[in-house]
C-alpha cells in the first residue's frame, strides 16, 4: 500500500506541530522547513482544522498549533481521514471476481496495516522533539 503525498504532507504538519506544542506555527514556515509547497499545505491545514486535529490562531502572532495533546491524535486515525480510499485492487470488470480468493487476502493484509498503524500516536512520533527541531532547523524559542 501506497499512502498518498496529502497524508505524508498531513503527517509531516502534525509532527511540526508536535515537536513544538506550545508554540504557534505558520504554513509558511512549515512548507520551508520541509521544502514543499505552502499552497499544497494550506488545504492540508485546513482539512486538518475541520477534522479537529489543529486549530487556528489569528492576529499578527497567528498561525496554527495542535488542536489537542499529540498523545490523543492517533495515526491510523489521521491516514483514514485523509485517504481518499483503501481499495487495493479494483475488482468490478474481473472474470474471477466472484470466485477470487485475493481480495479477502488483501482485506485481511489492509486490516493488518491498519492495526499497525493504530497502536501509535503523534506523541510516538514526536518522541525526540530535540533532534526533530535540529533536523528541521527550528530555532528554539
Request: aromatic fraction near 6%.
Amino acid at each position: 500500500m501506497r499512502l498518498t503525498r496529502y497524508t505524508d504532507y498531513a503527517l509531516r504538519v502534525l509532527t511540526y506541530l508536535g515537536a513544538q506544542p506550545d508554540r504557534v506555527c505558520s504554513i509558511a514556515e512549515i512548507a520551508r522547513a520541509y521544502g514543499i509547497s505552502q499552497n499544497h499545505l494550506m488545504k492540508v491545514a485546513h482539512d486538518l482544522g475541520k477534522a479537529g486535529y489543529i486549530e487556528g490562531v489569528r492576529g499578527r502572532a497567528g498561525g496554527i498549533r495542535l488542536a489537542r495533546p499529540a498523545d490523543r491524535i492517533g495515526v491510523g486515525a489521521v491516514v483514514r481521514q485523509t485517504e481518499e480510499g483503501f481499495a487495493l485492487v479494483e475488482c468490478g470488470a474481473c472474470a474471477i471476481a466472484p470466485a477470487c480468493e485475493l481480495t479477502g487476502v488483501l482485506d485481511e493484509a489492509l486490516a493488518a496495516f491498519m492495526a499497525v498503524l493504530d497502536r501509535y500516536t503523534l506523541s510516538d512520533l514526536v518522541r525526540r522533539p530535540a533532534k526533530l527541531m535540529r533536523l528541521l532547523d527550528i530555532q528554539a524559542s
